[in-house]
């Protein structure tokens, strides 16, 4: 997926660090370490060297409980370094929830704006969509303000309340002029909500990548880290921020936001490849009469547990089930059908062996092409491979033309590009419609 900040272009299907760099005297880890522009400047090279392809500069601390500081000041301590740093060709996102301090930052070159409060203000949309023109958005949820936000926070259901509010403010932002492709979402952990709460949704990074956008993991030194793995000071984090924000990018994460860059980078070198994974059957083993769709799924949810017993691998995500027409050889029953969005250490033709065991065990018959079967597993796409011979062949020649592929794919990743750059529409379904069960 393609983020477009300005003249920047992001694939997020391998993880953009963005480098944090707060020039402001009280932020809750490193205030006052980078507050003079030289300092500021220097620090801002260093997390370049170390693999940063964004730096995020902030000049109001938004820690819980934290004052706010005039315009004015913000300004000030921004603006030089800002300004340098986009002279200097450097990607720059300016951390603010000020309109006039967006305008003045993108007038002088900054390429994105994050904004904590999630773009509420109209007059923070205007800049954005007028002085912007062009620039990425970071739309961030936050339950209340900065210096409330810890008082209370509640939820029925945090996960689908954060996930709900970040796709109705997208929505209402692209409504006003916002192209969908320079929106980036950012749930928020530690922004009004407990440490427990946050642990939730950052275990749930999936449910935010069903949107259909770019997601933000910032999770760099937050206190639920401190209560997850009882590291008292924040710059003690460091390590554990890596190994979670390795974690959110497995489950969907495609652009994290930290203070080290290389303790990050080391981390993200061990994130596996993810594999879309296509699963049918019209077969049920054992079925009553009448239950032929129940033993279907079921014989779907027995392959899913197979799959979960492969090494090295994790499901990180399963689409629900849809019904659909046979295709190819018509004289068949419908089959039920499903994708799983995987990560894995396997190789891809090793995969396929592993998934023509599952097959077997399964009761698999090959006797007509495209005939009835117990279970059907196909490798849909896998990252940044592509194959083209009698073995495999990837992406999955058929996988466009399939309203039971598309359809379950797009559930789990809407817009998602395979790895031949060719993006999932279904301007190309010709067989197999499918309806969600």
Not at 13 to 24: A, E, K, Y
Not at 193 to 214: D, H, I, S
Not at 231 to 259: F, K, N, Q
Request: proline share 5%; glycine share 8%; charged share 25%.
């Amino acid at each position: 997926m393609i983020w477009r900040c300005a003249s920047y272009e992001f694939d997020t299907r391998m993880p953009i660090v963005m480098g944090i760099l707060n020039v402001t005297p009280d932020s809750f880890s490193d205030g006052g370490e980078h507050d003079a522009p030289e300092a500021a400047l220097a620090h801002a090279e260093r997390l370049l060297e170390e693999g940063a392809r964004i730096i995020d500069v902030g000049g109001e601390s938004t820690r819980p409980g934290a004052a706010p500081v005039s315009v004015e000041e913000e300004l000030a301590r921004v603006l030089p370094v800002v300004r340098e740093l986009a002279t200097r060709g450097v990607c720059v996102s300016v951390d603010t929830r000020h309109a006039e301090v967006a305008r003045a930052c993108l007038e002088a070159g900054a390429a994105i704006v994050n904004d904590v409060s999630g773009f509420r203000d109209p007059a923070m949309v205007a800049a954005v969509r007028e002085a912007g023109g062009d620039c990425g958005l970071v739309v961030m949820h936050m339950q209340g303000e900065p210096a409330t936000m810890q008082d209370a926070p509640s939820y029925v259901d945090v996960v689908a309340e954060v996930r709900d509010w970040l796709a109705a403010q997208a929505a209402s932002l692209e409504a006003a002029g916002i192209a969908h492709d320079r929106i980036c979402l950012d749930p928020g952990p530690g922004f009004g909500k407990t440490p427990r709460q946050t642990l939730e949704v950052v275990r749930n990074f999936q449910e935010f990548a069903r949107l259909g956008y770019p997601v933000m993991a910032a999770l760099s030194r937050k206190s639920y880290l401190g209560f997850a793995y009882g590291i008292e000071r924040s710059v003690d984090r460091d390590r554990v921020s890596a190994a979670e924000a390795l974690m959110a990018c497995e489950l969907g994460a495609g652009v994290v936001r930290v203070h080290n860059v290389a303790e990050t980078t080391k981390a993200l070198s061990d994130l596996r490849p993810y594999a879309f994974l296509g699963l049918g059957c019209n077969v049920p083993l054992v079925a009553e009469p009448g239950e032929e769709r129940e033993g279907k799924i079921a014989m779907l949810n027995q392959a899913i547990t197979e799959l979960c017993s492969l090494p090295d691998s994790q499901i990180v995500d399963i689409s629900s089930f849809y019904e659909s027409e046979p295709a190819y050889y018509l004289d068949q029953d419908a089959f039920v059908n499903a994708v799983v969005l995987l990560r894995t250490g396997i190789a891809p033709k090793e995969l396929l062996g592993y998934l023509h065991a599952i097959e077997n065990s399964l009761g698999r018959v090959r006797t007509v092409e495209n005939g009835p079967r117990t279970c059907d597993l196909d490798i849909l796409d896998y990252q940044l491979y592509v194959a083209d011979s009698d073995e495999l062949t990837l992406p999955h020649p058929r996988l466009l033309e399939r309203d039971f592929t598309v359809k379950p794919l797009l559930e789990l990743r809407p817009g998602h590009v395979l790895a031949n750059g060719v993006t999932v529409t279904d301007a190309a379904v010709s067989v197999g419609r499918a309806v969600r069960l």
